[in-house]
């Protein structure tokens, strides 16, 4: 049975390279966490969330899945938002998916996957609220280029839809709702411009009063 004896070698370097740059960094690690971004981001293993925008551990809570997806019956995100929002009181959650995400490629076509179908029918139902914009384009990449940034506001929404984050609001908390991209070739982050801050940005179908 294989003991993957190079991890533990690669973790014992780092620690020690982190001790060695600050001496107290994780004895202040250890005391408590206090970030104030959540990073709802995809799972792929090239888009490593605090890497990204070069912070560290305890700097951001992560929460990762298939094509990050924000999904109303997903108790496990749901729970970390509730987590973020009402006990650690970040005041940033930031959606971020990526250019050529293997989910919303799967999403796109009409091969069956096995159980991951029921989750990117998630992704179906953003390509079907969209479709004459994404059929508009002929060009097979900027479709699919299209439809990972408007999964990305889409989920935007769902959080904000959701009674933890219009709560917080009502509370007269602090707190936006961002969507961001990422471009694995050259490792920059694009702003969606589709910041939310307030439930007046919201529609009153969703709103909460």
Not at 9 to 22: L, Y
Not at 38 to 56: F, H, K, Q
Not at 130 to 140: A, K, P, R, V, W
Request: charged share 25%; hydrophobic share 35%.
């Amino acid at each position: 049975m294989k003991t993957l004896k190079d991890l533990f070698e690669k973790n014992k370097k780092w620690a020690r390279k982190i001790t060695e740059a600050d001496p107290d960094f994780f004895a202040r690690l250890s005391k408590q966490q206090n970030p104030e971004y959540l990073w709802i981001g995809c799972s792929d293993s090239r888009v490593p969330a605090n890497e990204i925008v070069d912070m560290l551990p305890g700097e951001m809570l992560v929460h990762r899945n298939i094509a990050n997806l924000v999904i109303h019956t997903d108790i496990n995100c749901l729970s970390v938002i509730q987590y973020a929002v009402e006990v650690l009181k970040v005041k940033h959650i930031i959606v971020c998916g990526h250019y050529g995400c293997g989910g919303i490629k799967a999403a796109m076509d009409n091969c069956e996957h096995g159980l991951i179908d029921n989750w990117l029918r998630n992704i179906k139902d953003v390509y079907r609220y969209h479709q004459t914009q994404i059929d508009s384009l002929n060009d097979e990449k900027e479709k699919f280029d299209l439809l990972c940034e408007l999964n990305v506001c889409e989920q935007v929404s769902n959080i904000c839809h959701t009674t933890i984050v219009q709560n917080a609001w009502k509370s007269g908390r602090e707190l936006a709702i961002h969507g961001w991209i990422y471009r694995i070739q050259d490792g920059i982050l694009k702003d969606l411009n589709v910041c939310t801050t307030s439930p007046e940005a919201i529609s009153e179908t969703h709103r909460i009063k």
